[in-house]
């Protein structure tokens, strides 16, 4: 079976005046359909860059990035934000809820761009709100939620679509011990629970325990077997 995620020979640099700037070199790496791949490795070592290409939000250099089949790096803007809004879902360090929304509007919002009437959206946001556990904190806004309860509902507008692939860069990194545990607890469950494919970006290695696959980049290369 071909693997959801294919990277092969992917390169990227950023321009800074007239000088470039290698981030990633040749990372070749496959992600199967329902993997749950960490992603560890030293500040500055192209992590989020990585992340980043996956999900289509920043485009290589060279090298090969399918995503179920696509080449991502070959679709224009708008046909990628279409692909995105339908088929990842991103988790955040440090949430990025709309602070005027509440949780229920925050979640609510990637819906606005699908076909879903009114009461299918409110149906669907009801039900993945409950299944974090927030079905009593729907109203609140994000400044009256923990963090831990704010990563929650990032988590829940991330998979409120519904989409196969989640990524989250650094989803624990701003919490406590005890929410970053409930954190993990529900994306293990996204994944063995829906089969959600997920990739996670993770400076903590108990963290990175709980996915079933570990990889290291270090300045901009994969080590160990990508296998
Ligand atoms: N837009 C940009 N322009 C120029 N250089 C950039 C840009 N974005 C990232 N970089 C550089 O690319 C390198 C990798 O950055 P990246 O954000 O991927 O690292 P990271 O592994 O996620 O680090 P951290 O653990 O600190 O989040 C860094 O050296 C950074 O300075
Ligand atoms: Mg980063």
Known sequence: MSPLVRIEGLSKSYRRGG???????????????????ALMGPSGSGKSTLLNLIAGIDKPDRGVLRVDGLDIAAMSEAALAGWRAGNVGFIFQFYNLMPVLSAFENVELPLMLTSLGRR????RVALTLSMVGLADRMDHLPSELSGGQQQRVAI???????????????????????????VLELLNQLNRELGKTIIMVTHDAHAAQQARRLVHLEKGELLGAPA
């Open 19 to 37: 000088q470039r700037v290698p981030v990633l070199s040749g990372i070749t790496l496959d992600i199967a359909a329902g993997d749950f791949l």
């Open 156 to 182: 829940a507008r991330a998979i409120v679509t519904d989409p196969r692939l989640i990524v989250a860069d650094e989803p624990t990194g701003d919490l406590d011990k005890q929410s970053a545990a409930d």
């Open 120 to 123: 299918e959206r409110r149906e």
